[in-house]
């Protein structure tokens, strides 16, 4: 297990014996996916405004060894292309759009 790995390993451990502690209601997986492109910062965003107690999350590296947020190893469901996250530099990735499936009528309204 690489290092990165161990440390969300070790974080998501420490949540689940904080979870003890802390009532938790509200488990936003993959943020406000159901509503916005998931695992995207407008998705956590909008399920910290719509009440959720914790975020959960997936972390993979790319090719280049950056961290990239994402369910899936995968960017199928975000990007629509069937590339893996390990096969990717980061600038690939940025160059696509994990809200594809989403028109521009789903806008935040600030």
Same mark, same amino acid.
């Given at each position: 297990?690489?290092?990165?790995?161990?440390?969300?390993?070790?974080?998501?451990?420490?949540?689940?014996?904080?979870?003890?502690?802390?009532? %938790?209601?509200? @488990?936003? $997986?993959?943020?406000?996916?159901? &509503? !916005?492109?998931?695992? =995207? =910062?407008?998705?956590?965003?909008?399920?910290?405004?719509?009440?959720?107690? %914790?975020? &959960? @999350?997936? %972390?993979?590296?790319?090719?280049?060894?950056? %961290?990239?947020?994402? $369910?899936? *190893?995968?960017?199928?469901?975000?990007?629509?292309?069937?590339?893996?996250?390990?096969?990717? =530099?980061?600038? &690939?990735?940025?160059?696509?759009? *994990?809200? !594809?499936?989403? =028109? @521009?009528?789903?806008?935040?309204?600030?």
């Amino acid at each position: 297990m690489n290092n990165v790995l161990k440390i969300v390993t070790c974080l998501v451990l420490s949540m689940m014996a904080y979870n003890k502690v802390l009532a %938790i209601d509200i @488990l936003a $997986h993959r943020g406000a996916s159901g &509503e !916005y492109p998931q695992s =995207t =910062t407008l998705a956590f965003d909008m399920a910290l405004e719509q009440g959720a107690d %914790i975020l &959960e @999350l997936d %972390i993979h590296l790319s090719k280049d060894q950056f %961290i990239i947020i994402n $369910h899936d *190893a995968d960017l199928k469901k975000n990007a629509g292309v069937s590339d893996k996250i390990e096969d990717l =530099t980061l600038g &690939e990735i940025k160059a696509l759009d *994990a809200g !594809y499936e989403f =028109t @521009l009528d789903v806008v935040v309204q600030t």
